[in-house]
């Protein structure tokens, strides 16, 4: 087998999608692939000869890369200022149409993220309260599909054991799951917008849980609230101030992470990403990520207006 055709474009999409479920954040999950592929290069051709599917050598290391990673993660977020959420995705078509150009043709792993219920805000936030076993365990086995014989190789545990831990990760997943999306969400966050535009205090509430919870990720790099705004009366208040705060901020119904959520531009430049769960026709929860590192594959947003 040649060397060079085990890095086709399928297998690279497959270990790109593996690595952000698993990561929450674009740039590692490229980072954990880049050194899969480095560390196949790296082996003798005589060993790379004896391996006969390189795909699920890769999905292997790349499983281990990335439990490694966040078994580290866990200590990094304890000294991370304010709440730490996954990167947030455009959808493929608006990106395009946003920059007028072929991101997949220039590589960019976040455009090789396939956008369904597995990578949506609610699911990866869940998937953040596992342990790194559980979460591979589960990602690699409910979401992908591979048998607990290959998750073993990559934990390095008997297969029962991995099974143990799917069912482990399951039972969180069911506690914690959020409601189905329902055709109804765009409406919710269209009232949302337009309560926000308007800086209507009464509006807000009135589209908002009255238990509904607002957590933010600035990351240190732009002023947000460092712990998690509860209620409704107190997240509209906070919304209606960074909407006086905010000069110009224009606001965009946009596709978050496959769901309908927000997207805040100021002179241009996407500076809030917003994604919601909604229940019964009311905001339950709203994550906002402000921290500019997460919102790289935004950027085209900014280089050109998007007619609505």
């Known amino acids: 087998m040649e060397t060079s055709a085990v890095e086709t474009t399928g297998d690279r999409r497959q270990l790109i999608n593996v690595a952000y479920r698993l990561l929450g954040s674009v740039t590692e999950a490229e980072d954990a692939v880049q050194d899969a592929y480095a560390r196949w290069y790296a082996l003798p051709q005589s060993r790379r ?26 200590a990094r977020r304890e000294r991370y200022v304010g709440a730490w959420l996954p990167e947030p995705l455009p959808d493929r078509a608006e990106w395009h149409h946003a920059g007028g150009t072929d991101s ?26 596992m342990t790194p076993a559980e979460r591979v365990a589960f990602v690699l086995h409910d979401v992908f599909r591979y048998p607990f014989a290959d ?8 297969p029962a054991a991995c099974k143990q831990l799917a069912a482990s990760a399951r039972k969180r997943v069911s506690l914690a799951a959020a409601p189905a999306m329902t055709a109804d969400q765009a409406e919710v966050v269209r009232r949302v917008k337009e309560a926000w535009e308007s800086k209507d205090v009464a509006a807000l509430v009135g589209v908002l849980d009255p238990a509904a919870v607002m957590t933010a990720d600035g990351g240190g790099m732009v002023g947000t609230v460092l712990r998690p705004i509860e209620g409704d009366a107190r997240i509209a208040q906070y919304m209606v101030a960074i909407a006086d705060k905010a000069a110009a901020l224009e606001l965009l119904e946009r596709s978050v992470n496959g769901a309908p959520g927000l997207v805040a531009r100021q002179a241009g ?9 909604v229940v019964d026709g009311n905001v339950t929860r709203i994550w906002v990520v402000r921290n500019p590192e997460k919102l790289r594959p935004w950027i085209t947003y900014g280089e050109e207006d998007v007619d609505e």
């Open 104 to 129: 997949a043709a220039l590589g960019d792993p976040a455009d090789q993220v396939v956008l369904d219920e597995s990578v949506t805000t609610a699911f990866l936030v869940v998937l953040e309260s």
């Open 49 to 74: 000869e004896e391996i006969r599917s390189p795909t699920a050598w890769l999905t292997t290391v790349t499983g281990r890369i990335c439990l490694d990673l966040l078994g580290s993660a866990r």
């Open 151 to 158: 998750i073993a190789d990559v934990l390095r545990r008997t």
């Open 269 to 277: 430049v996407v500076v809030t990403v917003a994604s919601f769960e």
